[in-house]
């Protein structure tokens, strides 16, 4: 009920909402803008669902149907494209790309369900008044859904000021947020959700010292499994931002050009790509231990220094030091990135005050960073010798993951030697 009533009010309210967030936009852009968004409402609200399922299935340890669910949400969206475009192009192709994001967000809803289903023993409807559970809920809403919400809200506060950028700087953005948000997704939400219940096991346990001790060794262990994957992240984004964006976006009017322009933007992000993911972490940290209005406070912080921060580097910084305008997209995504890092060490710092000193395994990032850094110059060298054609790019990337995890094997990375021990077992 209450996701519909809030359905119901977003696509009545949305040439509001579109007006508010992208207030730079001429009126055929804002008038396209806002039938894509009325669209979009009841697929956001299935999403929703898909994530209350995601919490149920998380909580008994099944990740990976949630976390494989989204495949067949893409999937929808991809061949609903595919078939429209046969018979519409332009505005009209990108309507029927938003029914089908509806379309997909139905289907990772639905997948969810009978397993959610078998696992509650049925779904029984009810507001629960008088239950604790659902007070704790309801009281712990607001503070989590805004910290776990943060990456969204950047994402539009960062539209928001594109859209006075020169045209083409919202779809850079918006491409670059595409690519860097994907280690965010894949590593530190997925560490975050996975260790969640691991974490509330131990800040259940008995003594003070005994929980602390628990919950350092859990966050210390997860920290350096997201880095292992974070870092080569931030890596390939800088060294070969071109390629990526090259092989996964440059095709039809998405040029050569576009490339270096989300190539650019995708390095300033590079900035706190790392403390993103690890402050999702962090966070869960503080989740487990019941504690939803000390990520809140940090998150409300980052928010308002990232657009404080966003609307310097994007709008007034290049005049100032004489470049195109356009690159204001790098100096936002930059201005995002140090927001993050404020937000980590708000966050660290208060998990230490809680939990006791927790060292940075200097030695760990060490040896990944090295083996990031050596196997993005082999792979940089390659590229600089080779023609710029997809196959070739792709290949290029292919060989920065095999050099890279080559580097981390040989260097004795923990999780390297964890993940050769499972494929080994097949586990």
């Not at 078939?83 to 289907?107: H, K, N, P, Q």
């Not at 009281?139 to 020169?166: C, K």
């Not at 975050?192 to 131990?202: D, F, N, Y």
Request: contains cysteine; charged residues 10%; proline residues 4%.
């Amino acid at each position: 009920m209450t996701i519909t009533a809030i359905v119901a009010v977003g696509v009545l309210a949305t040439p509001l909402i579109v007006r508010l967030l992208v207030m730079g936009y001429d009126p055929a852009r804002r008038e396209l803008t806002t039938t894509l968004v009325r669209i979009l409402f009841p697929g956001i609200g299935l999403l929703v669902m898909s994530a209350w399922c995601l919490g149920i299935l998380s909580s008994h340890r099944r990740f990976f149907l949630s976390y494989a669910a989204p495949v067949v949400w893409n999937l929808a969206i991809i061949v609903t494209t595919l078939l429209a475009a046969t018979r519409f192009a332009g505005s009209e192709l990108v309507v029927w790309t938003a029914w089908g994001a509806v379309i997909g967000s139905l289907f990772q809803f639905a997948v969810q369900v009978p397993a959610v289903w078998k696992l509650t023993g049925g779904i029984r409807w009810s507001l629960g008044r008088g239950d604790p559970s659902v007070r704790t809920v309801v009281t712990n809403f607001i503070p989590a859904a805004m910290s776990r919400g943060v990456v969204q809200v950047s994402a539009f506060a960062d539209a928001m000021i594109a859209s006075w950028l020169p045209k083409g700087a919202l779809s850079a953005v918006t491409n670059a947020q595409l690519l860097y948000t994907l280690p965010v997704s894949l590593f530190g939400v997925a560490v975050a959700a996975a260790e969640l219940p691991a974490l509330s096991e131990a800040a259940e346990r008995e003594g003070d010292l005994t929980r602390a001790a628990a919950l350092r060794q859990r966050i210390e262990q997860a920290s350096r499994h997201v880095a292992f994957f974070v870092v080569p992240s931030v890596v390939a984004f800088l060294v070969l931002g071109r390629l990526i964006a090259a092989v996964v976006l440059q095709s039809g009017r998405f040029t050569a050009a576009d490339s270096v322009w989300v190539w650019g933007t995708l390095a300033g992000a590079t900035v706190g790509l790392l403390a993103a993911t690890l402050g999702r972490l962090y966070s869960s940290a503080f989740f487990a231990l019941r504690d939803t209005r000390t990520p809140l406070r940090f998150a409300l912080i980052r928010v308002s220094l990232g657009i404080l921060l966003g609307v310097v580097a994007a709008l007034w910084l290049p005049g100032a030091i004489g470049i195109d305008p356009k690159w204001g997209t790098a100096g936002l995504a930059a201005a995002s990135g140090l927001a993050g890092w404020v937000e980590f060490f708000l966050l660290r710092r208060a998990l230490v005050g809680r939990l006791g000193s927790m060292p940075i395994d200097w030695s760990h990032l060490g040896r990944v960073w090295s083996a990031a850094l050596g196997a993005a110059a082999v792979a940089w060298y390659a590229a600089s010798r080779l023609p710029h054609r997809w196959p070739v790019e792709l290949g290029v990337i292919a060989l920065y993951g095999v050099l890279y995890l080559a580097g981390t094997a040989l260097f004795g990375v923990p999780t390297m030697a964890l993940l050769r021990k499972r494929l080994g077992s097949g586990r």
